[in-house]
């Protein structure tokens, strides 16, 4: 796994549609509580902590592979997403984001005369 300023940086799938993005980050080990997510300046940030395991201190390692620490992650969004009504949905350690489009239809309006 790449690392990006001291973050694993996860796997990240971004599906784009006529209404919205979907945005899947792979976040293995991670509860809801061990992420944030945010968005600001036209950008999406996931970071998340996930929590060690408990290892009993008198284990000796055989073999260490998986990776520990912070996954953190930053896309450039679309000028015509609205992150305020992004929704978000963690399960068995995938997120999940739904950034839907803004409302791009043109507003009719009354034009007065003067």
């Known amino acids: 796994m790449k690392t990006h300023e001291g973050r694993r940086t996860p796997a990240v799938d971004v599906l784009d549609s006529h209404d919205a993005w979907t945005v899947i980050v792979d976040l293995p080990g991670c509860l809801k509580e061990d992420v944030d997510i945010t968005t600001a300046d036209g950008k999406l940030t996931i970071e998340a902590h996930p929590r060690k395991p408990d290892i009993p201190a008198s284990a000796v390692s055989q073999r260490r592979e998986a990776a520990g620490g912070a996954f953190g992650r930053t896309l450039v969004l679309d ?36």
């Open 79 to 114: 000028p015509e997403l609205d992150p305020a009504r992004a929704t978000a949905k963690l399960d068995r350690g995938v997120l999940t984001l739904w950034i839907p489009r803004r409302d791009l239809k043109p507003e009719e309006r009354k034009i007065r005369i003067d």
